[in-house]
């Protein structure tokens, strides 16, 4: 019994040895048929074999697993493209860029940077020292030397007076003390022609119409231009410059109401109208968005269309110059973010041919 259980016991263990062999010979064979099968589809692949970084990784990760001599047999690509890839997947795994470490100097917010260049577009005449102390004391700490990179990467000058005044910087600083005057006509219903007298003050975009007659006589202008003066008197806003054109009624009484409150008369050359365009275009748009639209029966109805439109023209019409303000407000109003909890009003002004909206308080 004992020499029965001793040769079972040799002969398993001399068993063994044949399996392990089988199991390698297997393994062989399965690589050698893997081997054969990726040499066929070397031969029919056609155009370039795109490897996502998965694939990339394993390949990588399986060179080291196998002796260099037999990778050329064993990898469908070159021994070069494998040590690439793993000199890569070793930078990647030092590169600390995306993990929220970064080193060294933190980059300057984008909300920072537009400050700046905004402020030196805004303020020519600012070197870099100067915007640096306006967003430090909106509680934008900068240093003078970042203020300064940014400008130069922005291809802004950093030294003061960038660049001279434009026309319309001119312009615009200038225009805080203009009133401009003109005449335009209102024919009524009945064929008759009214005659109506409009100032303009070019800084706050208000506009005053004075009167409305048939008869537009010289005597007539001069009390319009008196009505006006003690307007703007009452409110210290008196004018520096008057422009005015050429007509035959603005006579030197006319022009002496403005020089007795030291408003100069400034005249437009003859045919000319892009000089008086302030003009011009408010009388445009008093024709587009009311007159055209009514019938005017008489004097009386044309001064109470007028009247109407003057008041939302002043106290509700935005204009692009003023940041979409009307003339008669200087803040802007606050955002309304519950639209929907919100009830809209609408305010009809010339029977509905013009709507003014707010919301309900």
């Not at 021994?79 to 990647?92: D, N, Q, S, V």
């Not at 403005?258 to 100069?264: N, V």
């Not at 019409?317 to 929907?340: F, K, M, N």
Request: glycine share 6%; charged share 25%.
């Amino acid at each position: 019994m004992i020499v029965s259980l001793l040769y079972r016991t040799a002969r398993a263990l001399l068993s063994v040895p044949a399996v392990l062999l089988r199991r390698d010979t297997a393994k062989d064979a399965e690589l050698l048929v893997l081997r054969h099968e990726n040499a066929i589809l070397r031969r029919h692949m056609k155009g370039r074999v795109r490897y996502e970084p998965a694939d990339r990784f394993w390949l990588a990760a399986l060179s080291s697993l196998i002796p260099r001599g037999r990778w050329a047999a064993v990898f469908p690509v070159t021994p070069g493209t494998l040590l690439a890839w793993h000199r890569k997947l070793i930078a990647r795994k030092w590169d600390y860029t995306a993990r929220g470490s970064r080193t060294g100097r933190p980059p300057t917010a984008a909300a920072l940077k537009n400050l700046v260049l905004r402020l030196a577009d805004e303020n020519p005449r600012w070197g870099h020292r100067r915007i640096q102390g306006e967003p430090d004391r909106l509680g934008h700490p900068i240093a003078a030397s970042t203020v300064w990179e940014i400008l130069h990467a922005a291809g802004i000058d950093p030294a003061p007076r960038r660049s001279g005044p434009t026309w319309r910087d001119f312009l615009t600083a200038q225009a805080q003390g203009i009133l401009a005057a003109d005449f335009f006509h209102i024919d009524t219903a009945w064929g008759k022609r009214l005659y109506a007298m409009a100032f303009i003050e070019h800084g706050t975009r208000r506009l005053h119409i004075t009167g409305v007659t048939a008869h537009p006589t010289a005597q007539w202008a001069v009390q319009q231009a008196r009505n006006i003066a003690a307007d703007l008197g009452e409110r210290g806003a008196g004018p520096r410059f008057l422009l005015r054109d050429r007509d035959s009624k603005y006579t030197d009484a006319f022009d002496a109401v403005f020089t007795a409150e030291d408003t100069q008369v400034l005249l437009s050359a003859p045919r000319a109208p892009r000089m008086h365009a302030h003009c011009e275009r408010v009388i445009g748009t008093i024709r587009r968005e009311a007159l055209d639209h009514v019938l005017i029966l008489g004097e009386n109805h044309a001064r109470k269309v007028l009247t109407d439109y003057q008041d939302h023209y002043n106290g509700h019409r935005p204009h692009q110059s003023r940041q979409q303000l009307p003339p008669s407000t200087t803040e802007q109003p606050a955002t309304v973010h519950d639209l929907d909890d919100r009830s809209l009003l609408r305010t009809r002004v010339l029977g509905g041919i013009i709507n003014e909206y707010r919301y309900d308080a």
